[in-house]
């Protein structure tokens, strides 16, 4: 018959006996701390102030765009209009 494992909550139990649970938590703690900053190191990822800086970069980008389209419009109809009026004006020289 195979041994059964006690449960992971009776050895941590036990270790926070032998060791002491203000020690054993710190220790789980920053060493957690630490795998997590160097995984994350290792992806590509960039900083909230950087992800902050370029999101105001496109709102104004996007905004200038927006203003140019409105220019190029306005401007396309007015040379719709002076290309009717030149039409216009040369139907009727004829």
Known sequence: MALKPPPIGEVMQQVNELVGPAGLVDEVDRNARQLAQAALRKLDFVSREEFDAQTAVLERTRGKIAALESELAAMTEQLAKLE???????DSSS
């Open 84 to 90: 009717a009026q030149s039409k216009s004006d040369t």
